[in-house]
């Protein structure tokens, strides 16, 4: 199937500091990518749907100017905690959609744990 | 209100057994269902979709069924091997096959013993 990767896999930030998170499709490109947020033994929750050269489509909840998406090429979604908090320590993963069959692939994640 | 329910609690299973683990939703009318696998720290692995037409959908030891009247899959892992053991997710399309958005259930745990 399908990669796709995630820089960085673990990160630990200090309160108030920004993260940036990459997603990358390795060998496809993905019009839709989309990312998830998991808590300890919860399931995923999805945050956003980010689609390439539009806007980020955000979930009910979720800050649009606190996770900044941005899904410049068809390979390439990045998500940018600002002004992290402790309350955002969690496992940020995101996934790409490979056309034409549409079928989902997951990244590895990234642990974000915040000081 | 909408929900997708999985057992919370971790099913132990003897090596070479079935293992069969149920999804539920309400208020959704999927027009498929997938399931994953995921350990633990790693992102879901997709493992099988069935459509809302399709009663069942085998892939080598795996099996899933879907009735769109009780509202359920089943997954079904055949003789079960020690390396089976993670986190299985059942995941629907909340939109009715309107894009490619996923809702998650909270997974089920399993533990094949040797």
């Known amino acids: 199937g399908a990669v796709v990767s995630q820089h960085p896999s673990w990160v630990i930030c200090k309160s108030g500091t920004s993260v940036k998170i990459e997603c990358r499709s390795l060998?496809?490109?993905?019009?839709?990518m989309f990312w998830y947020r998991q808590f300890p033994k919860q399931s995923l929750m999805l945050m956003a749907t980010?689609?390439?050269?539009?806007?980020?489509?955000?979930e009910q909840g979720v800050e649009k100017d606190k996770f900044l998406i941005n899904h410049a090429s068809l390979t390439l979604s990045t998500l940018t905690v600002t002004s992290a908090h402790p309350e955002d320590s969690s496992f940020y993963i995101c996934?790409?959609?490979?056309?034409?069959?549409?079928?989902?692939?997951f990244g590895p994640g990234t642990r974000l744990t915040v000081l | 209100s909408q929900k997708i329910e999985q057992n919370s609690e971790a099913l132990n299973i003897q090596e070479g057994k079935t293992a069969t683990l149920t999804c539920n939703y309400t208020?959704?009318?999927?027009?498929?269902l997938q399931w994953y696998r995921q350990d633990p720290g790693r992102g879901p692995v997709f493992l099988l979709l069935?459509?809302?037409?399709?009663k069942e959908k085998r892939k080598e030891r795996l099996k899933v069924t879907f009735d769109t009247t009780l509202k359920q899959s089943l997954f079904h892992i055949t003789a079960s091997q020690p390396a089976d053991s993670a986190t299985y997710l059942c995941?629907?399309?909340?939109?009715?096959?309107?894009?490619?958005?996923?809702?998650f259930g909270g997974g089920t745990r399993v533990l094949v013993k040797p």
């Open positions: 996934s790409g959609v490979q056309p034409p069959v549409n079928e989902q692939f």
């Open positions: 060998d496809f490109q993905a019009t839709t």
């Open positions: 980010s689609n390439e050269g539009s806007k980020a489509t955000y």
């Open positions: 208020n959704y009318s999927p027009a498929y």
């Open positions: 069935i459509r809302e037409n399709e």
């Open positions: 995941a629907l399309d909340p939109l009715g096959a309107a894009g490619n958005k996923l809702t």
